[in-house]
């Protein structure tokens, strides 16, 4: 019987065979934090005070969270990172602007296919994308592998999705994760790795595979990789990176589950509040009035997230009662939508641009809303209280549907404005 | 001792901590001002040490911030007992030495006023007149939470170690 991708990655990590289930401890090539480490240096530094973190080159720290801070108690926060990265020669050190952690740490060239990486955020599962073993971990365990260099895993069951056909003109990924998790549920593949097969794969662009990986904790996955191929070697070619250790399943691997999506089969939906999986086809939501339209975050930034909306906002105006928010995923992403003149589109349409980060999405500063409001996002969570509002509602959407819902003020299906 | 009762399933980790604070709020006294802030109001003023929070499936699901797992630790909450949990917080939880205990039985055996105690010891939860056993940790989480969570674990292990 064939192994899982999971098996081989920790396998070859652990330095033995193993099996499902079997408890193993591993180096992780590169752990991340963010701007929770700050909390994570004073559970360092009261477990081994003045102590040197074990492998300083395998950390990344990348401040997006709160940025630029938004008050001195944020801003203090920051401080005592940046001293720390200082006194402890760490060098994958990105201040703010750089952009969100889990678009800047491909860009640096951090997240190898079959490397493993840990981080102190839960959706470190992006970087799936890349064939790489990504998942994330609490702020106590991040200062414990600072200090050891290792922790421990439980080898996961694998749940494989296959995926055939392409998408529609108005549909893409972020309509196909959102109709995935709504069938699986929250909880439907927790503490599982969770496998992208089929014909399909080869045509997802990077930027589509990140926006499917990066909400695989969205259905509890630990992990959701797809296969490296030659969109994943020209990505890394082009930082002047050679890929190595790519590692994928056998043929005849054992699922604890299968699914099959055909592409085509999509349509544009909503994920309502306030959970994830409470996913509708978007014609039950149409008509639905909207205070402030947020098109950015780690699921959908990227250049060709903000592309697909200016191709539908290009030559009209957001609706007079709505807000368009933008925040791009990373400097890089920001400069290369910048040279598409998606970002003069963008503005001429009324959207307000916000520096390279995590935006309002966390709720801590940016585009708060009130209570009462409606809010339509490209992000990935939807919870109550989460952007900073409990008595606020967050709809999730694709940025197709995001930049014709802002133009019509209105929750509406992009296929009638590409009609 | 009380039992405070969740019954809905997916209760996430911005119920249980709004992230609004999560940059803000990192010691345990700033974490109990804001703990289950959306999810029960009245949950923070009324908690005593041994009370236990009883819960449906995928308890703790979202963002991987450890101020709900931590901030029921510094609570004094004895056990969360759960129909299942969300990896991270499972994970978080044993970090801070917080015992969780799967059992789906025991959730739908519990009613209100059930008095309900948990043995880790030997795997048992007794809720009113029944026993539920519940699987034991494997070992290497056990120790994590024999020694109050992993950091004092790592102090023993590693670097009290590392001297002898």
């Known amino acids: ?419 | 001792m009380t039992v405070f009762h969740y019954p809905q399933n997916d209760i996430n980790t911005d119920l249980l901590f709004p992230g609004k604070y999560t940059y803000t709020c990192s010691t345990g006294p700033e974490i109990k001002e804001h703990l289950l802030e959306d999810l029960d109001p009245a949950f923070a003023g009324a908690v005593q040490p041994g009370d236990i929070v009883v819960a449906g499936e995928n308890f703790g699901c979202g963002s991987s911030r450890e101020q709900p797992s931590l901030g029921l630790k510094y609570v004094g909450v004895k056990a969360v007992i759960a129909k299942s949990f969300a990896r991270i917080f499972y994970r978080s939880a044993i970090n801070q030495g917080l015992l969780l205990v799967q059992s789906p039985e025991a959730v739908n055996y519990f009613t209100e006023g059930d008095e309900v105690e948990v043995d880790p010891a030997v795997g048992k939860v007794h809720v009113g007149d029944r026993v539920f056993g519940f699987p034991p940790l494997p070992d290497e989480m056990l120790d994590i939470l024999k020694d109050g969570g992993l950091l004092d674990h790592i102090k023993k292990e590693y670097i009290i170690g590392d001297e002898a």
């Open chain 1, 1 to 419: 019987m064939g192994e899982t991708f999971a098996v081989k990655v920790l396998s070859r990590a652990a330095g033995k065979k193993i099996r499902e289930g079997e408890i193993v401890f591993v180096e992780p090539d590169y752990i991340l934090t963010h701007d929770n480490s700050s909390a994570i240096i004073g559970k360092f530094e009261s477990t081994v005070p003045e102590g040197k973190v074990r492998y300083p080159g395998r950390l990344a720290i990348v401040l997006d969270h709160v940025t630029p801070a938004a008050s001195s108690k944020h801003a203090a926060g920051h401080m005592k990172i940046r001293e720390f990265v200082r006194e402890q020669g760490i060098t994958n050190f990105f201040d703010i602007g750089t952009g969100i952690c889990h678009q800047v740490m491909p860009e640096m060239g951090l997240v190898m296919p079959g490397s493993i990486v840990v981080g102190s955020d839960s959706h470190t599962c992006t970087y799936g994308a890349f064939n790489c073993f990504a998942t994330g971990i609490d702020r106590t365990e991040a200062a414990g592998i600072w200090i050891t260099g290792r922790t421990w895993f439980k080898v996961p069951e694998t749940m494989n999705i296959e995926l055939t056909g392409s998408f529609d003109a108005g549909i893409s990924a972020k309509d196909l994760i959102l109709t995935i998790i709504g069938d699986v549920g929250a909880g439907g593949a927790n503490y599982m790795a969770v496998e992208f097969n089929g014909p399909a794969v080869g045509g997802l662009r990077i930027s589509d595979r990140m926006t499917i990986a990066n909400m695989g904790i969205e259905m509890g996955a630990k992990i959701a990789a797809f296969p490296a191929n030659i969109m994943t070697s020209k990505y890394f070619m082009a930082l002047d990176i050679k890929i190595e250790k790519a590692v994928w399943s056998d043929h005849d691997a054992e699922y604890a589950r299968s699914l099959e999506y055909d592409l085509s089969d999509i349509v544009p939906v909503i994920a309502c509040p306030h959970q994830v999986d409470n996913v509708v086809p978007i014609e039950e939501m149409t008509g639905t009035k909207i205070d402030q339209v947020f098109l950015g975050t780690c699921t959908n930034g990227r250049a060709e997230d903000l592309k697909s909306a200016a191709d539908i906002l290009r030559g009209e105006k957001v609706h007079p009662n709505v807000r368009m928010i933008v925040a791009p995923a990373s400097r890089k992403e920001y400069l290369k939508a910048i040279k598409m003149g998606v970002m003069q589109d963008l503005i001429e349409s009324g959207a307000v641009i916000l520096p390279p980060g995590c935006g309002p999405c966390l709720g801590a500063h940016q585009g708060v809303l009130a209570p009462g409001e409606k809010c339509l996002s490209t992000a990935n969570r939807n919870f109550k209280g989460r952007m900073g509002e409990k008595e606020a509602e967050i709809y999730l959407s694709s940025p197709e549907t995001a930049a014709a819902s802002a133009i019509a003020g209105e929750i509406k299906d992009p296929r009638e404005v590409l009609r």
